[in-house]
């Protein structure tokens, strides 16, 4: 069984900073690339950012180009979220989810079989 948990998610204030992390454990998975999904309220879950686990190719929603980073720590089994300049429209919970699907597209939720339970991120104008 994969376990991910997510980390590091609360109340900020507009232009604040968070960073987010997942740590993964239990049964080593084949990692072919890892990424942060969230949802707001009343909204379809969205792709935010993704990571190739060997290359550290990395892959943004446009929205959040330059103001988050996804980084991972492979000596650690780590993935990190740095959210930076955020805004009242960041609002929402953050899940991070693991992929063995090599080749497969890496901002579908499809892509993904194993998820994190999920970390509040709430940003206040």
Same mark, same amino acid.
């Given at each position: ?11 900020? +204030? ?19 690339? *890892? ?20 290359? /550290? ?21 780590? *993935?990190?979220?740095? *959210? ?13 989810? /693991? ?6 597209? *890496? ?12 970390? +509040? ?5």
């Amino acid at each position: 069984q994969v376990q991910l948990v997510e980390s590091g998610g609360g109340l900020v +204030q507009a232009g604040g900073s968070l960073r987010l992390s997942c740590a993964a454990s239990g049964r080593t998975f084949s990692r072919y690339a *890892m990424g942060w999904f969230r949802q707001a309220p009343g909204k379809e879950r969205e792709f935010v950012a993704a990571i190739h686990w060997g290359s /550290g190719n990395t892959y943004y929603l446009d929205s959040v180009k330059g103001r988050f980073t996804i980084s991972r720590d492979t000596s650690k089994n780590t *993935m990190y979220l740095q *959210m930076n300049s955020l805004k009242p429209e960041d609002t929402a919970v953050y899940y991070c989810a /693991g992929s063995e699907k090599y080749g497969y597209t *890496m901002n579908r939720s499809e892509t993904y079989g194993y998820w994190g339970q999920g970390t +509040q991120v709430t940003v206040s104008s």
